[in-house]
């Protein structure tokens, strides 16, 4: 018989290889290569999305960028993973390790620009520069690794937020401004965004930071022909929050204020310690509550979000939310949850997720913000914000739905 040839592979590029969520990516997708871990935690193995013909984890190769020198084995120890199955997946992690390059340093606030050593992180005079500098590694990447198709995946550093009064909001206004040194106010999750869409690849934003979530880089997406998913991954308070508001508002209780207190210890809390680099976070967790509770804009309950660095509980994040609703007869309520995850953990197999979506859209050439991933975002671009219920039957219907239709149509 014929050797069989071997089957497309779609590349994740990941922009923050060396942090606690890539590394965690990048150790579970080996694992499971591997046959090593089971499916738990990743949306894209149960039933209906398991039979929607996304790519095999065998499929993906993993590479990236990062801004500070290291080795993705000891990083995975750091992110405190089992060392054994770092071990296992040790061989895969070193060849990850030699398909990471320098990051871009733009505009990035001065608790990034802190953490960038020497020659690990690169710095342009034009934002152009930047962007052709990204082009050119994922080409590299593209090429040398022989990929059908690149993903490109932002789980870098929250960056402050950017000045959105001196955003134009047409790519035809805003390609010009990356030619010039000063007048350009976006940052580098934005340049690696108009890199990876004017390269072709799709795009996905898990940080807080800006990325394509703007209407001139999602015109951008749309004239090339690629598609982008964000922004800023849900998986700890505002998953309860858009799973537990519409449960008040569907039985008609007030809700008359809803506090959430964070406290977590891994780099990216140290990050979000900053002040600016916060902002960009609590505008992400608090856009959701007022559509939810069914309320105008401005006219929901008093909310109140704080994240605090605590360094002793490392990535071990606890969320307390302090929910205070009247019912029947004004009688007044309270509703307290607290939530101890593994931040890494619980984010790391939804990036997996977003690279096997976002590549079976690009597959199917969609353009654009890729709304029915709202789902995987606290502050999701091309989908109104909708409870969690809502968002998940709009992913299954998306993915799940259209393969089988496509399917009986052959
Ligand atoms: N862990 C979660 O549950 C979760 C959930 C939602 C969103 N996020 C977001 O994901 C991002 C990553 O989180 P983390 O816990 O992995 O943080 P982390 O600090 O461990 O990792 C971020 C990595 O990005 C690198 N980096 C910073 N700027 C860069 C640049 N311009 N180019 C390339 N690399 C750069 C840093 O050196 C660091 O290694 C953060 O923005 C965080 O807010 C995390």
């Not at 015109?219 to 991954?233: F, M, P």
């Not at 989908?383 to 739905?401: D, I, T, V």
Request: charged share 20%; glycine share 10%; with cysteine.
């Amino acid at each position: 018989m014929p050797p069989q040839p071997a089957p497309p592979r779609t590349g994740l590029w990941l922009v923050g290889a060396r942090g606690g969520v890539a590394t965690t990516a990048a150790v579970g997708c080996c694992a499971l290569q591997q046959g090593l871990i089971g499916s738990t935690g990743l949306v894209t193995e149960l039933p209906p999305l398991a039979a929607a013909g996304l790519r095999d984890w065998g499929q993906f190769v993993l590479g990236g960028c990062e801004i500070r020198a290291g080795e993705l084995p000891q990083a995975a120890l750091d992110a405190g993973l089992p060392p054994a199955l770092v071990a296992a997946c040790g061989d895969e992690l070193r060849a990850i390790d030699q398909r990471i390059v320098p990051g871009v340093v733009h505009n990035s606030g001065s608790a990034v620009d802190q953490l960038a050593a020497g020659d690990a992180a690169r710095r342009f005079d034009t934002p152009r520069a930047a962007v052709d500098a990204i082009k050119h590694d994922l080409d590299r990447f593209r090429e040398s690794e022989r990929l059908e198709r690149v993903i490109v995946a932002v789980a870098s550093s929250t960056e402050p937020p950017t000045d959105a009064t001196r955003l134009p909001d047409s790519w035809e206004e805003l390609e010009p401004l990356l030619a010039t040194p000063h007048d350009c106010p976006l940052r580098a999750s934005s340049l690696y965004a108009i890199a990876a869409l004017e390269s072709g690849c799709g795009f996905v934003n898990f940080t807080p930071s800006l990325g394509a979530s703007c209407a001139a880089i999602d015109q951008l997406a749309i004239q090339v022909g690629a598609c982008h998913a964000g922004r800023d991954g849900k998986t700890g308070e505002t998953l309860l929050k858009t799973t537990l508001a519409p449960m008040f508002a569907s039985r008609n209780l007030e809700v008359m204020s809803w506090v959430g207190h964070n406290i977590l210890g891994n780099a990216d809390g140290r990050i979000l310690s900053s002040q600016e680099n916060k902002q960009s976070k609590l505008g992400c967790k608090d856009a959701a509550l007022d559509a939810l509770l069914g309320r105008e804009p401005g006219d929901g309950p008093q909310s109140l979000v704080s994240i605090e660095y605590v360094a002793s509980l490392g990535e071990r994040k606890t969320a307390w939310n302090h929910v205070h609703f009247r019912g029947f007869m004004g009688v007044e309520m309270t509703l307290q949850v607290t939530w101890q995850g593994h931040d890494s953990a619980l984010a790391a197999p939804l990036v997996l997720d977003l690279a096997r979506l976002l590549d079976a859209s690009s597959a199917r050439g969609e353009r654009g913000a890729v709304g029915a991933l709202a789902c995987f975002f606290k502050n999701p671009v091309g989908a109104p914000l909708e409870g969690h219920a809502e968002q998940f039957a709009a992913l299954l219907k998306h993915y799940a739905g259209r393969h089988s239709a496509e399917a009986s149509d052959h």
